[in-house]
Protein backbone atom coordinates (compact mmCIF):
# COMPACT_ATOMS: atom_id res chain seq x y z
CA UNK A 1 0.00 0.00 0.00
CA UNK A 2 2.84 1.94 0.23
CA UNK A 3 3.68 2.13 -3.39
CA UNK A 4 4.18 5.57 -5.22
CA UNK A 5 3.33 4.95 -8.57
CA UNK A 6 2.96 7.81 -11.79
CA UNK A 7 -0.75 6.66 -12.56
CA UNK A 8 -3.42 8.65 -13.96
CA UNK A 9 -6.27 6.12 -12.58
CA UNK A 10 -7.14 2.96 -10.70
CA UNK A 11 -9.63 1.02 -11.80
CA UNK A 12 -10.40 -2.13 -8.92
CA UNK A 13 -11.58 -5.24 -10.37
CA UNK A 14 -13.81 -6.18 -7.79
CA UNK A 15 -14.06 -4.41 -4.27
CA UNK A 16 -14.50 -7.80 -2.12
CA UNK A 17 -11.65 -9.34 -0.71
CA UNK A 18 -11.62 -12.93 1.47
CA UNK A 19 -10.85 -12.44 5.10
CA UNK A 20 -9.80 -16.16 5.40
CA UNK A 21 -13.54 -16.94 6.15
CA UNK A 22 -15.79 -15.69 3.80
CA UNK A 23 -15.91 -12.59 1.38
CA UNK A 24 -16.47 -9.86 2.68
CA UNK A 25 -16.16 -5.66 1.42
CA UNK A 26 -12.98 -4.04 1.28
CA UNK A 27 -12.96 -1.11 4.14
CA UNK A 28 -13.71 1.86 2.79
CA UNK A 29 -10.62 3.27 4.52
CA UNK A 30 -8.48 0.50 2.32
CA UNK A 31 -10.49 1.51 -0.43
CA UNK A 32 -9.40 5.42 -0.19
CA UNK A 33 -6.07 4.67 0.02
CA UNK A 34 -6.02 2.12 -2.89
CA UNK A 35 -7.72 5.12 -4.95
CA UNK A 36 -5.58 7.71 -3.58
CA UNK A 37 -2.39 5.59 -5.64
CA UNK A 38 -3.66 7.77 -8.77
CA UNK A 39 -3.18 11.26 -9.06
CA UNK A 40 -0.25 12.18 -6.52
CA UNK A 41 1.40 15.54 -5.98
CA UNK A 42 4.99 15.80 -8.11
CA UNK A 43 3.58 12.76 -10.61
CA UNK A 44 2.82 13.46 -14.08
CA UNK A 45 -0.74 13.68 -13.12
CA UNK A 46 -1.74 15.13 -10.24
CA UNK A 47 -5.52 14.60 -10.87
CA UNK A 48 -6.63 11.06 -10.32
CA UNK A 49 -9.11 8.88 -11.78
CA UNK A 50 -10.79 5.95 -10.42
CA UNK A 51 -13.40 4.00 -11.14
CA UNK A 52 -14.66 -0.27 -10.87
CA UNK A 53 -14.50 -3.07 -13.73
CA UNK A 54 -17.89 -4.13 -12.93
CA UNK A 55 -20.59 -1.54 -12.80
CA UNK A 56 -22.14 -3.68 -9.69
CA UNK A 57 -18.79 -2.11 -7.61
CA UNK A 58 -19.44 1.53 -8.82
CA UNK A 59 -21.86 2.60 -6.15
CA UNK A 60 -20.09 1.39 -3.29
CA UNK A 61 -16.71 3.11 -4.63
CA UNK A 62 -18.33 6.11 -4.56
CA UNK A 63 -20.31 5.66 -0.91
CA UNK A 64 -16.88 4.68 0.14
CA UNK A 65 -15.15 7.93 -1.18
CA UNK A 66 -17.95 10.10 -0.05
CA UNK A 67 -16.97 8.69 3.89
CA UNK A 68 -15.00 11.24 5.86
CA UNK A 69 -11.42 10.04 6.69
CA UNK A 70 -11.47 8.70 10.13
CA UNK A 71 -7.59 9.39 11.21
CA UNK A 72 -7.31 9.04 15.13
CA UNK A 73 -3.45 9.36 15.39
CA UNK A 74 -0.83 10.24 13.19
CA UNK A 75 3.03 9.75 12.84
CA UNK A 76 5.82 12.46 12.28
CA UNK A 77 8.72 10.36 10.49
CA UNK A 78 11.04 12.69 9.29
CA UNK A 79 13.73 12.58 5.95
CA UNK A 80 17.01 11.77 6.17
CA UNK A 81 17.91 14.64 4.82
CA UNK A 82 16.20 16.76 7.43
CA UNK A 83 17.80 15.15 10.78
CA UNK A 84 21.14 15.31 8.60
CA UNK A 85 20.90 19.35 8.71
CA UNK A 86 19.11 19.50 12.09
CA UNK A 87 21.96 17.15 13.05
CA UNK A 88 24.44 19.85 11.63
CA UNK A 89 23.73 22.52 14.30
CA UNK A 90 23.93 19.71 17.14
CA UNK A 91 27.35 18.37 16.26
CA UNK A 92 28.03 16.45 19.35
CA UNK A 93 24.76 14.74 19.79
CA UNK A 94 24.15 11.01 19.04
CA UNK A 95 22.05 10.22 17.05
CA UNK A 96 19.31 8.79 19.38
CA UNK A 97 20.11 12.23 20.80
CA UNK A 98 19.44 13.64 18.11
CA UNK A 99 15.91 11.85 17.34
CA UNK A 100 14.77 12.89 20.67
CA UNK A 101 16.08 16.57 20.12
CA UNK A 102 14.36 16.54 16.39
CA UNK A 103 10.95 15.20 17.69
CA UNK A 104 10.50 17.78 20.42
CA UNK A 105 11.40 20.70 17.77
CA UNK A 106 8.95 20.19 15.70
CA UNK A 107 5.59 22.11 15.72
CA UNK A 108 2.39 20.03 15.28
CA UNK A 109 -1.29 21.19 14.63
CA UNK A 110 -4.45 19.77 15.62
CA UNK A 111 -5.66 19.45 11.98
Known amino acids: MGLNLNIRRVVFYNLSKYNGDKMVPVPASQVKQIAGRAG ?14 HLDDLEYLIECLKKPFDVKKVGLFQFFEQVELFGMQLSNATFSQLLVEFGENCRLYGS
Open 40 to 53: RRGSCYPDGLTTTL
